[in-house]
């Protein structure tokens, strides 16, 4: 058989598997190569069938980026905040994961520790967690301090104005039997729904947060070479931003009680700050402006959104 040319039938699908030379024409798309790569289409000239290891390695490596693209862009991301987005929006990355394998990566991550790791949700005043309770308290009674039944006071009234139809006569069903669920298990059962729906709404509050940080920066009376303008450019930055609290929490849980909060707060306006100076400029009061806009923006939104889940949470209580 001619080099270049497509193998007979008669040698089976096997022979061209086995054969661990590089080819000169693309068996993707027929094109001439002279690398280890077509120019055309990118397959790889190279066809033999990978080992085990081989295998497991590219599997891993493609869907966490576990090589030295993965560390070097975490160094980046925790040691010298906004270097990240400043390298890939210079164009420079090659060397570093990209902003949404990077979210992925540590989001999953983070759910993986949240899931294993934290405890159930306990929506209750302090004075209610540390007073000793010789006996079981009946639930929505006064003594307990409930915040969770209290959102279900705050909805009902609004569902029985509504109750003719379908929808909210089955919601008022399921914010009743959430009721005579004991306090354990509704704990629980707010947990699981807020790790159900917290990757959507982590999803949701990425664009909304980039959104804005282009409200914040969209006017700057002296312009500044390379500071991001477009929509985009905001993405990239608040993708970066993410991926540095789905590092923390997961070590805030390892902390005592009482000193996870401050190691993710901490750092994390450090992080902030530093990360915005790099990668915005400007002076340190109109920085802290901004700042204060975008951090007050999505926090009223955050707030929203995980009262949602707490309502969804509590009508697909089992």
């Not at 390892?254 to 530093?274: D, E, F, I, K, R």
Request: aromatic fraction near 8%; glycine fraction near 8%.
């Amino acid at each position: 058989m001619q080099p270049g040319t497509a193998p007979s039938a008669e040698a089976g699908p096997g022979a061209a598997a086995s054969d661990a030379r590089p080819l000169t024409r693309c068996r993707n798309c027929g094109a001439e190569v002279t690398g280890l790569f077509c120019a055309q289409c990118g397959q790889e000239t190279r066809v033999e069938l990978p080992t085990l290891r081989e295998f497991v390695g590219e599997a891993t490596g493609r869907l966490l980026a576990v090589d030295g693209r993965l560390w070097r862009s975490l160094f980046l991301l925790v040691f010298r905040p906004g270097q990240l987005t400043v390298e890939y929006l210079n164009g420079r990355r090659k060397h570093y994961v990209r902003p949404g394998r990077l979210f992925f990566a540590l989001s999953v991550l983070m759910f993986a520790a949240l899931k294993f790791g934290s405890e159930p949700v306990l929506l209750q005043s302090p004075a209610a967690r540390s007073a000793p309770q010789t006996q079981p308290q009946a639930a929505g009674s006064p003594g307990t301090h409930d915040w969770t039944l209290s959102l279900v006071d705050h909805l009902q009234p609004w569902l029985l104005r509504h109750a003719d139809l379908p929808v909210q006569a089955r919601a008022l069903q399921r914010l009743a039997h959430f009721r005579t669920l004991p306090q354990a298990q509704r704990a629980r059962a707010l947990s699981d729904g807020l790790l159900r729906y917290g990757s959507y709404a982590l999803v949701a509050m990425l664009p909304l947060y980039a959104a804005l940080l282009q409200l914040a920066h969209r006017h700057y009376r002296v312009p500044m070479p390379g500071r991001p303008q477009r929509y985009i450019a905001h993405l990239v930055y608040a993708t970066h931003v993410h991926c540095i609290v789905f590092l923390l929490v997961p070590l805030a849980l390892l902390m005592p009680s009482g000193g996870g909060s401050l190691l993710v707060l901490l750092p994390l306006a450090w992080h902030g700050v530093q990360a915005e100076r790099r990668v915005y400029g400007g002076k340190f009061w109109s920085r802290a402006l901004r700042s204060a806009f975008v951090g007050l923006g999505y926090t009223t939104c955050l707030i929203g959104a995980l009262v949602l889940m707490l309502y969804g949470s509590m009508l697909t209580a089992a």
